[in-house]
């Protein structure tokens, strides 16, 4: 265990933002997690997972603590079910083309979201019809304060849309050391219904489709659309979907017709942020280094250079225009460093 100074944070932001930590350590064993923690040569520490959903503004005046907890295990299995565990730093993707390969259901509409395994239920991942909350078990965690393990159960978790105790009280409390999934084994329940997936299986003649079909069908819908965070600096979805009061969305909809919406109860409706930020004009929109993605409004992207700052103030303005439009305020998914 190395702790390095002045470290360049680029290459651990999917957004690719140049910024420094003024101190660095990758972890890669819970002892050494505990006695870094422990340490009062740093009082400033700063939790890392994949950087995957953070937009750097400035540099980070701490010890950036990267987790880098490795493996993946059966827990227990039967003839329907396997329980699996993963570790904290396993790449997302990787860990669900692990599944599929031994043809363990759940994670398929998952596929190719950036990230690691630990950050995935504080954000509640979700693609496709499917929230990481529909196969969570478990996930163990270090308190901070206290170095003691802590196991949190579904319950436990609060889980809501891109929601979590991790992003409420619990918020710098906890680390994320492992997540334990609920997989089947056979009699996979497939969701197709959700976005262009049935189009794209038709696409690649495929009519009884496999739970490895449908992981390449999201791939490949998700490479059509959304840029590689390796090629054009990006955190994949910046805002999250708003869910408004069924009497404003008539209303918006007596000046927007074509208004795409998905109900949730009787009395509330999501509305595709991606669209009223299209709406609003802002797709493909270019401000020197960075702007709005050409294929998908709800992605803000890092071109060459840009600061986090710029691409911040950007948001800003996108969560305005779209306020002043249509009466709504669109939240950030991303956080904000």
């Known amino acids: 265990m190395q ?15 140049e910024a420094k930590a003024k101190h660095f350590v990758s972890i890669k064993s819970i002892d050494d997690l505990k006695s870094v923690l422990s340490t009062d040569n740093y009082p400033e520490k700063f939790i890392l997972g994949g950087g995957s959903n953070m937009l750097l503004t400035q540099d980070v005046n701490a010890l950036v603590i990267h987790i880098d907890l490795k493996g993946i295990e059966i827990v227990e299995e039967n003839d329907n079910y396997v329980e699996v565990k993963a570790y904290a730093g396993e790449n997302w993707h990787s860990f669900v083309q692990w599944c599929l390969k031994h043809d363990f259901g759940g994670l398929e509409n998952l596929s190719l979201i950036p990230g690691n395994v630990g950050s995935a239920p504080i954000q509640n991942i979700g693609a496709y019809g499917v929230e990481l909350k529909d196969v969570f ?9 206290s170095l003691k393990t802590a196991l949190f159960k579904f319950d436990d978790c609060r889980f809501g849309y891109r929601e979590s105790i991790f992003k409420q009280e619990a918020k710098g409390k906890y680390i994320i050391t492992s997540v334990t999934f609920l997989l089947t084994k056979k009699d996979h329940i497939l969701n197709t219904k959700y976005g262009a997936i049935e189009a794209e299986l038709q696409q690649m003649s495929v009519s009884n489709p496999s739970i490895q079909d449908i992981s390449k069908a999201v791939i490949a819908i998700r490479q059509s659309k959304l840029p590689d965070p390796k090629e054009i600096g990006n955190s994949g979805s910046f805002f999250k979907n708003p869910v408004i009061h069924i009497e404003h969305f008539e209303e918006i909809k007596s000046n927007f017709p074509e208004i795409p919406s998905y109900f949730i109860s009787e009395s509330e409706v999501k509305v595709p942020a991606g669209w009223l930020i299209e709406t609003a004009g802002f797709k493909g929109k270019t401000l020197g280094d960075y702007g709005i993605h050409k294929k998908q409004a709800l992605v803000l992207v890092n071109y060459g250079n840009a600061k986090g700052s710029d691409i911040f103030d950007l948001a800003v303005l996108i969560q305005n225009t779209i306020y002043r439009i249509f009466k709504i305020e669109i939240e950030i998914e991303v956080n904000i460093i």
Do not use: A, M, P, R
């Not at 702790?3 to 933002?17: A, D, E, Q, R």
């Not at 078990?137 to 304060?145: A, N, P």
């Open 3 to 17: 702790i390095l100074n002045n470290f360049s944070l680029k290459s651990y932001n999917t957004f690719g933002i």
């Open 137 to 145: 078990v478990s996930c163990e965690t270090l308190e901070i304060g």
